[in-house]
């Protein structure tokens, strides 16, 4: 039930932060979607085994998750425009470089003693600047790829590492699955207004109280006692159960 659970708030909480994260909402259009996404219906239609205050919690960790990830998009973004933009520069001042040392040629005269040394070494100079070019015109090259490339806005739950891994039939589908929902995101208390009462833990007792689902007249909780004795269990271990809380 427990790991029945996690996977079930893993998938909601990778859906909001999907819609929130690759879609340009307004604030009145993230208004609506929480508002349809915490809905009874909605989590029931679903099949979620949480209720609309932990769908609740779990929605804003989602939002705070893709502002994080937008901001350091955008970061990076800059960044790399940063780049081309110096690149661009230096590449004009090179090409700038390169028509005055062509000009430079022309106006040689070919009655002057030194005038073979001097075209050599205007030569050569234009061949150092058209290799300059050359490596700036690929770096510039391979900054607008990365502008340009998908992967860029890609956010991997799991971790890019094992999702490779995955590819390359090194772990199975169910490590995956367990290393993409291995942490409870949403812990509160009821009287926080964005908290939730259904993980509460007891710090006198080292008792955690999970609710598992609920109904008329009934909850079903799941408790896991003395949790510094059972944090170093083999299931712990896998799932880092007790990483976000």
Known sequence: ??????????????????????RELSSRDKQALWKAYCSSQVLQENGYPFGTKYANSLFHEAHNKAVLHQEAYCFRVQQIEDRINALTLKREKLIDKLEQTLKSIKKLDKKEVSFKTLRFNLFKEIRAIKTALYWINRKLEKEQSRLNSSSLKSVTFGGKDFQRKLSRK?????????????????????????????????VENKTLKIEL???????????????????????YKENNLLVEI
């Open 213 to 235: 689902d609920r109904g008329k007249g009934y909850k079903n909780y799941l408790f896991l006692k003395n949790i510094e004795n059972k944090y170093n269990s083999q299931f």
């Open 1 to 22: 039930q427990l790991l029945h659970f996690m996977e079930a708030q893993g998938r909601y909480f990778r859906t909001v932060f999907n819609q929130l994260y690759f």
């Open 170 to 202: 090194q772990i199975t589908g169910a490590k995956w699955q367990s290393l993409r929902n291995k942490s409870i995101y949403a812990m509160g208390q009821s009287v926080r207004k964005y908290g939730n009462d259904s993980i509460q833990f007891d």
